[in-house]
């Protein structure tokens, strides 16, 4: 899961301190309705990742279908609200909304080691069911990208030459039979797992994780940090600016 291998800062913080703080961080965007400040986030984030050695263009290349299909969402509920004038500006909020959400899940996620991921939401009282949900999904979708990997290797080997946009019929139709069949072939896998995990004794509980180090000042300064400018935005855009110069 993670993106480097050399010990950065992001990456060594505690994986507690990250999930809180990215839950906090998008909570936060959430609640801010200024495109604006919601750029200034976005753009702050980059610079603080930066300045903690994030490998910031590898993860930005991961981010690229996230935030396409964000992007068409976004545009599709700009378009239902265009009856009341505000629809782009709507849109473009929402977009980036979306987009500095899945930025800071996939930052924290993509620094975290599988075992870190699920003790920490295991630490945050997280339902067993959820862990083991996230637990195996990410253990298996490289099983599952592998599997499609083979079929589209056998495909080309019998001569499939897929076409050149989405309006080829032939090619969408293949890739419709594609998704089927991979559907398929994952249900029965998963069916065999789940046995295969009966017959050792398992009984639905969370599987045996193994606990991280201590939170660390450093690690706290990272969790502030992380939610550091959302918050300082939507304290301003509460009129916080305004309270500082009554107090003075």
């Not at 069949?181 to 896998?189: A, I």
């Not at 797992?193 to 939170?215: A, D, V």
């Not at 450093?218 to 600016?241: H, N, R, W, Y």
């Amino acid at each position: 899961m993670r993106l480097s291998k050399h010990n950065d800062v992001f990456q060594a913080a505690d994986g507690r301190v990250k999930l809180i703080s990215t839950c906090i961080f998008v909570a936060l965007v959430t609640m801010i309705y200024s495109w604006y400040n919601l750029v200034a986030v976005l753009f702050i984030y980059t610079i603080e990742l930066l300045a903690m050695n994030f490998p910031i263009y590898r993860h930005l290349k991961r981010l690229m279908i996230p935030v396409f299909l964000v992007g068409i969402m976004s545009a599709l509920m700009g378009l239902a609200a265009m009856s009341s004038g505000r629809g782009m500006e709507k849109g473009i909020i929402i977009f980036l909304r979306a987009s500095c959400a899945v930025y800071a899940i996939n930052a924290a996620v993509s620094s975290m080691t599988l075992p870190e991921v699920l003790y920490s939401m295991k630490v945050l009282r997280v339902p067993d069911i959820l862990v083991n949900l996230v637990g195996f999904t990410m253990r298996y979708a490289d099983v599952l990208s592998k599997e499609t990997a083979r079929m589209m290797t056998a495909r080309k080997s019998k001569g499939y030459s897929p076409g050149k946009n989405l309006w080829h019929f032939a090619t969408m139709k293949v890739i419709g039979q594609t998704i089927g069949v991979l559907f398929l072939r994952s249900y029965e896998r998963s069916e065999r797992i789940y046995f295969s995990m009966l017959s050792r004794g398992y009984t639905g509980g969370t599987m045996p994780l193994r606990e991280t180090s201590r939170i660390r000042t450093a690690d706290l300064v990272t969790g502030i940090l992380i939610v550091l400018a959302p918050a300082v935005f939507k304290v301003a855009e509460m009129g916080g600016i305004s309270w500082i110069t009554l107090l003075k």
